[in-house]
């Protein structure tokens, strides 16, 4: 697939922009989308920016009924040198054909959608918040549009990316969740769309995190569909455990999404000659490993927290502190390095980011 | 929930209707469709008929996103004396409940949107086709709206009926069809959303039923997702197997959709006294029954098809042929009964139509 030009046509109206230190996540969106169609005649073609607006939608359209779509999520940053910096995002298209592969969605042209993601965010920098802790949050995402309510894929897509200022994930500094195992609900089976990023896969989770949440955890720790035994992964976050100074994660077995933070996490762990194995772990072992003393730190990775320790676990209504409930050293350690590198405080030592073309923010 | 009246604005331009002769599945729509809103302040609200027309949705509404919906699939039939009759529509709207329960969307008041479907239908009685097998597909759906990109359950939801006049599914008579065990992928798992009728279901079947049709089988049979053992379910089908005289069909596991043409043919055959078992059948018991000559039909059950028999099973890619390709003798009674039923051509012993109110097709 060629790359394609990009059609822009601007807003004529600029929305108020947020006060940084007001921001949420993902409520409040910026002045233009980015936009490419897909047909079975035309390939992808179209690719365009436009005011950011409602979208008309047949109600027969397939992703209503049929749930035939995927997305991504990724963040930009703004470092001291007033450059927007965007973290690994071939990463992300690269995952969004993996997924589209799973949901039968034609593959996409990575470097179109990113040469549109970058000028998007020209067109929009200002919208791109600099205050401590704050990002902008971009999701690229595709959802079938044909008007048939046959259960095949659409011979129609719509690729769109919208963005969204977001503010500090910890508002008062990095600190420790509570997580409880779900024994009852499955989030994903090895079979199932589990490595897809799809919408499917987060409606099946609803359920349990609002269980979860009336009970004063932050999220569910999935167990495995078919022993209810393996851990797999937190709602929206891989999950990391040291035990006994070995760092241990689930490996990828088919059900649990690859995480772009997840394997930014197993490079620096490496790269500092941490010991790390990616390998099956039973919450029997983590509950034994508890017991002993042995398990000395828990945290998730994902792109909206970047590490989020976890300060105590909850399996079958007993609770289980971790750290004395505090931020363990590695989970503190991940934490300054990688968002060192997102905001380009640190040396890039992997490459990790890029920079969005000639962009300097006025301060 | 009090019974709530309904509005009506009525198109002022009228579409072309089409051929008896040339109806597809699911592609044509009538001129008006049913729509009420939800918000957390007023509840289900503003229920009212409207043209059928493309719905403006902000890019961020989070069914794009989580796929937070559910559907139901019911069908009018035409009766001899030209009234318009449903088929077991209370209990659509049941399971819709039971699927907005499983997917955190909140319930909706059946007599509202049952009587809303009856002024549609009533409305747009001229789209109701009368040819020999054919009929009105009836889609009630829910969505969720709020343009928010927080997995959590939206607090906006928009509940739309759309109609479509369909052909006949058995263009040439009721004829047998193929179907494969799927061995690799999974579509539902206990725990997870089987039970519910949700997009995300749908979506994760659609890779399978893509290599099942390159391979020239018409649908997947799907087997659970624990063991890789038991039957489940087929496509958009509930499935029945006559062995030894006996019919048998899997039992309600939290992974299968409960059927409403299931529970129907479940209904006729205890009062036929044709013995009639759910219970969990592996598929070794199946090819078992084959090889020994005791697998005597096999039949789909689902509101498009009604009965769909099935002539070949293709297991680990050897093909099982059943009841030498041809159309049991119970499957053609069931056929008979419940579509004589559906048509008004048999007395209604169950109660089991509706009639639309005071509508006499002209001929
Ligand atoms: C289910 C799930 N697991 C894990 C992750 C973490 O992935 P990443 O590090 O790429 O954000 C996410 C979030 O994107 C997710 O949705
Ligand atoms: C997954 C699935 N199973 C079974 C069925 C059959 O259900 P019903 O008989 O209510 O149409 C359907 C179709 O609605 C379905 O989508």
Redesign the interface.
Known sequence: MPKQPIRVELSSTKKPKPQSDQLE???I?TDH?FVMDYSIDKGWYDPRIIP?????????SM???????V?EGLKAYVSEDQKILLFRPEKNMERLNRSND???IPQIDTETVLEGLNELIRIDKDWVPDAEGTSL?I?P?I?STE???????SSTYKL?I?L?PVGSYYKEGIHPVKIAVEN??????????GNAK??????????A??VAETKGFSQVLWLD??E?KYIEEV??MNIFFKINGEIVTPELNGSILEGITRNSVLELLKHWEIPVTERKISIDELIEAHQSGELEEIFGTGTAAVISPVGELIYHDQPYVIQNGQTGEVSKKLYEAITGIQKGTQPDIFGWTVEVDSVVKQA
Chains 1, 2 share one sequence.
């Open positions: 996540f993902g409520k969106f989308m950011y607006q409602a979208i008309p939608m047949d109600p027969a992703v209503y009924h049929y749930g035939q779509s997305f799973r949901l039968c949050y999701r995402f959802i008007p048939y309510l046959g259960v095949a894929p769109i919208i969204s009852e609900f499955v989030r994903a089976v090895k079979g199932g769309t799809t919408a499917g896969n987060y409606a099946s989770s609803l359920k995190q609002q569909g078919i209810k709602g929206s």
